[in-house]
């Protein structure tokens, strides 16, 4: 079974500044998919990037982007220009590409706090 | 024109009832999930359902189970609720080759 670690619980950055959210996963497939997820106190869980395993390139969303390291099995999540609007919750979420309705496997989740 | 929509948004029960929660996507999707989150921030999928496979994570009481009249609805009914069902439950929707979930905003169950 796969399994996704999220090793920071919390993280603080400035508003303004850059900061890098922590992801590792363990898998025994080639390919399968990687995926950020943020969630507000509203609750809403959005889909903020998508990263497949069979792509070298980094996948990038405006002032979002990834550091995909596959043989690592590390994904980490870099926000630049951080805005007090990216104050949530984020998971790392793992899904295997095979051709099966299966879901996501999820991290324990990193809160973010923007300081304004 | 709301993508993936859940009916209630929150629901407070007495134990031993028996409850639905509603899921709808207009995503034109094929699949749909259920996930649970519980009270320290963790997801976990609960069932995967497409018109060909149901998918049920083992460790799903079969207290819960999930009910689709047609492809753009998935609802979950729990029968004889008990204290530790009180989570926030998500509906999701994907293509089933695509991959990527949009998800419900989330139905809140508090069981009392």
């Known amino acids: 079974a796969q399994t996704v670690t999220q090793s920071q619980p919390e993280m603080s950055v400035q508003e303004a500044e850059t900061v890098t959210l922590s992801c590792t996963y363990d898998?025994?497939?080639?390919?399968?998919?990687l995926f950020w997820y943020k969630q507000p106190p509203s609750r809403q869980m959005i889909l903020v990037i998508r990263?497949?395993?069979?792509?070298?390139q980094n996948a990038t969303e405006n002032r979002f982007s990834v550091n995909f390291q596959k043989a690592a099995k590390s994904f980490s999540l870099k926000i630049s220009d951080s805005q007090l609007g990216d104050a949530a919750m984020y998971f790392c979420?793992?899904?295997?590409?095979?051709?099966?309705?299966?879901?996501?496997?999820f991290g324990k989740g990193t809160h973010l706090i923007i300081q304004p | 024109d709301t993508a993936v929509s859940q009916t209630p948004k929150y629901l407070v029960t007495q134990m031993g009832n028996d409850k639905s929660i509603k899921c709808e996507q207009n995503l034109g999707h094929d699949t749909m999930y259920w996930y649970k989150q519980d009270s320290k921030k963790f997801l976990k999928i609960m069932f995967s359902?497409?018109?060909?496979?149901?998918?049920i994570n083992e460790t799903v009481p079969n207290r819960f189970s999930p009910k689709s009249p047609d492809k753009a609805h998935l609802n979950l009914h729990i029968n004889s609720l008990e204290l530790g069902d009180s989570a926030v439950y998500f509906c999701?929707?994907?293509?089933?080759?695509?991959?990527?979930?949009?998800f419900g905003p989330g139905t809140r169950l508090l069981v009392l």
């Open positions: 898998t025994s497939e080639s390919d399968y998919y």
């Open positions: 979420a793992y899904r295997s590409s095979g051709g099966g309705a299966d879901g996501l496997t």
């Open positions: 990263q497949e395993a069979y792509k070298q």
């Open positions: 999701a929707s994907s293509h089933l080759r695509l991959k990527t979930q949009y």
């Open positions: 359902y497409n018109n060909k496979e149901l998918i």
